[in-house]
């Protein structure tokens, strides 16, 4: 049982490149979620999928694209980078049931654009 | 979603208790309270969460005030390794959670 997983772990970019970053959970949650996290900050919801099939704007989406692929698979595309995304990114998971239940993380992706 | 605020760090020595204390006076009657945590160079992790009522887990114990406008995580004994900053987060249903600065608790052998 992994839990959740990015990938990949650190990532240098240079100005204008496109990347996608990858995350997957094996924990057959219907909740999904990519965060940023700048030095000395909390996290940011950058785009979140309720169930699969929808996605929807966290605070800060500009400049990024997600794909729910399937269940599992949550996907962050930059499109054109540039150095204010330099951050952590984290994807989370989370079993929404009408209840209140804890959402998992993964490590994180390091990403540097110079 | 209703804010809350956290003092920014806080300094324990190892094995007294730690009370980490969040106010949340905008509280609505739905909302629950949620606590994580971050470690050094990892993602949050799930400690705690309730709505009215103290809750006890294995890691924490949450003290909710009777007006609910204020709650404290409480560490029993701290340890090295309860280094990190915590986050009290407010959550209705199936909204998302929105993370703070949080505290950052320093623990001293």
Known sequence: N????????FQVLKTGQSMTLQCAQDMNHNSMYWYRQDPGMGLRLIYYSASEG????GEVPNGYNVSRLNKREFSLRLESAAPSQTSVYFCASRLLIGGHTEAFFGQGTR???? | D???TQPNSMESNEEEPVHLPC?????????YIHWYRQLPSQGPEYVIHGLTSNVNNRMASLAIAEDRKSSTLILHRATLRDAAVYYCILSIGYSTLTFGKGTMLLVSP
């Open chain 2, 23 to 31: 106010n949340h006076s905008t509280i609505s009657g739905t909302d």
């Open chain 2, 2 to 4: 209703a804010k809350t």
């Open chain 1, 111 to 114: 990403l540097t654009v110079v």
């Open chain 1, 54 to 57: 929808t996605t929807d704007k």
């Open chain 1, 2 to 9: 992994a839990g959740v997983t990015q990938t990949p772990k």
